[in-house]
């Protein structure tokens, strides 16, 4: 594979960013994610992460989080499976935490010898507690992701992925602020010489924004620390 369809691929991946118009609201965010594998053997896999994502606007907010996760691989398939929780807060909002049991099915291939192909489908149950006067509120929350592996240059440390993952619901919680989204990313690994991974890189997410009933989007930096 030629570095020119390498850099069509990552220009269709992208296109969304440059196309984007102002709608309802554009916001800044950034994300950071810690990893640890916890235990493994054979088939299966038990690892943690720890998360924060702050938010850059007027009315702003930041989420810490932890969510570990099992899984077991046989092949091209890997079965997942975890329970996220996440305390969102701001001195402007109705501070609130999140339980989230989840499920997910992931299958990867090899395309064109160079590329690997990730698909992952995942089911989620969202569950809310306020600590303003709105009562819990819990919905149901399907997730389609895809995402292409490759390497734009020749160094067996360093790789690129161009992701894309679609969220499905029918009817968010009253004060969940992105719950219906379409994501496009593009992020860079980098194996360390102590097999610790780094991943920067950025993402858009186009979704419907529950309390104006419009549309908006959010760029968002990505950072994330794999030991």
């Known amino acids: 594979m030629t570095r020119f369809t390498v ?23 950034h994300e950071f994610d810690l990893s ?18 702050h ?4 009315i702003g907010w930041s989420r810490v ?5 099992l899984d077991y691989t046989t092949g091209p398939w890997t079965f997942q499976g975890g329970v996220s929780s996440a ?4 001195s402007q909002i109705d501070n609130f935490w999140e339980v989230r049991p ?10 064109l010898q160079k590329i690997l192909v990730e698909q992952r489908f995942r089911s989620e149950w969202r569950e809310f507690y ?10 149901h929350r399907f997730r389609y992701g895809l995402g292409l592996v490759f390497r734009l240059w020749d160094n067996p440390r360093w790789s690129q992925r ?9 009817s968010p919680a009253a004060y969940e602020r992105f719950p219906n989204e379409r994501d496009y990313n593009l992020t860079f690994i980098h194996l360390l010489p102590n097999n610790h991974q780094i991943t920067f890189g950025f993402e858009l997410e186009s979704y419907l924004n529950s309390q104006l009933r419009a549309d908006g989007h959010a760029y968002l930096l990505i950072l994330g620390y794999r030991i």
């Open 130 to 139: 306020t600590s303003g006067d709105l009562k819990p509120e819990n919905y």
């Open 55 to 58: 938010i850059y606007n007027k």
């Open 65 to 69: 989080g932890v969510s570990p996760v």
């Open 162 to 170: 161009l992701g894309f993952e679609w969220y499905i619901l029918d």
């Open 36 to 53: 640890k594998g916890l235990w493994g053997r054979e088939h299966w896999g038990l690892q943690a992460t720890a998360n924060w994502k």
């Open 7 to 29: 850099l069509l691929l990552l220009f269709l991946g992208l296109h969304p960013l440059a196309v984007t118009r102002v709608q309802a609201q554009e916001v800044f965010l």
């Open 87 to 90: 305390f969102t807060f701001d």
């Open 102 to 111: 989840w499920v997910a099915l992931n299958f990867r291939f090899t395309l």
